[in-house]
Each structure stands twice: as structure tokens, then as C-alpha cells.
């Protein structure tokens, strides 16, 4: 079965520095666009930074120049380096992998991982 597992998660303080994984399983990865999501709490989810299956990028407006998402189709894999952390990226993040096929969209989420920004 699919399989979307984030990890990296944990506690920084400002200013610091994270890279969250997400692995994938059960999909061919290379076909499917990925991407990051956070929500903090009493907030909605919103798009973190994306990457196309042709290595094509998006970020957020309040990440962009901080935040570098990359994969590893190798690896089944795609990173998200998290630079100059501020307290407001305090959030669950989730990883997403989508494809469309025709009219059939294929979605899956992970269980999120923690990021806490505190001094």
C-alpha cells in the first residue's frame, strides 16, 4: 500500500535551521508532483513549497528565500530545507504526493511531523 512517511521534525530556535524528509512507498515517485504543507493550530493548512515532476519549484510567499524544497527520485525521497526559522513556522508539516491521470487524481498525505520554533 502507499506510504507517506515525514521525519526531521523537532524543536529550534529562531534563526535556526531544519531539513524535513519525506519518504514514499507504493507510488512510482517519479511521477507524481510533491509537496510541503504546514498548519499551526486554530489555522488552515497551506501550501509550504512544491516541486514538479520536472524538478519545477513554488514556495509560499512567507518562505520564499528561506525554505528550499528538492527530491530524490533515486531515493523516493523529497527534502525540505528550512532556513532562518522563525517562530510563525511553528506548524504540523505534511508531505503530499499527486498525479492526475486524465480525469483520476491520485493524492496521499503523511502523518505530518512536528516543527517547533521557540527559544
Known amino acids: 500500500q502507499v506510504q507517506i512517511v515525514e521525519s526531521g521534525g523537532g524543536l529550534v530556535q529562531p534563526g535556526g535551521s531544519l531539513r524535513l524528509s519525506c519518504a514514499a512507498s507504493?507510488?512510482?515517485?517519479?511521477?507524481?508532483?510533491m509537496a510541503w504543507y504546514r498548519q499551526a493550530p486554530g489555522k488552515q493548512r497551506e501550501l509550504v513549497a512544491a516541486?514538479?515532476?520536472?524538478?519545477?519549484?513554488n514556495y509560499g510567499d512567507s518562505v520564499k528565500g528561506r525554505f528550499t524544497v528538492s527530491r530524490d527520485n533515486a531515493k523516493n525521497t523529497v527534502y525540505l530545507q528550512m532556513n532562518s526559522l522563525r517562530p510563525e513556522d511553528t506548524a504540523v508539516y505534511y508531505c503530499?504526493?499527486?498525479?492526475?491521470?486524465?480525469?483520476?487524481?491520485?493524492?496521499?498525505w503523511g502523518q505530518g511531523t512536528q516543527v517547533t520554533v521557540s527559544s
Open positions: 503530499n504526493a499527486d498525479r492526475k491521470v486524465r480525469i483520476v487524481n491520485f493524492n496521499y
Open positions: 507504493g507510488i512510482t515517485f517519479s511521477l507524481y508532483d
Open positions: 516541486i514538479t515532476i520536472g524538478d519545477g519549484t
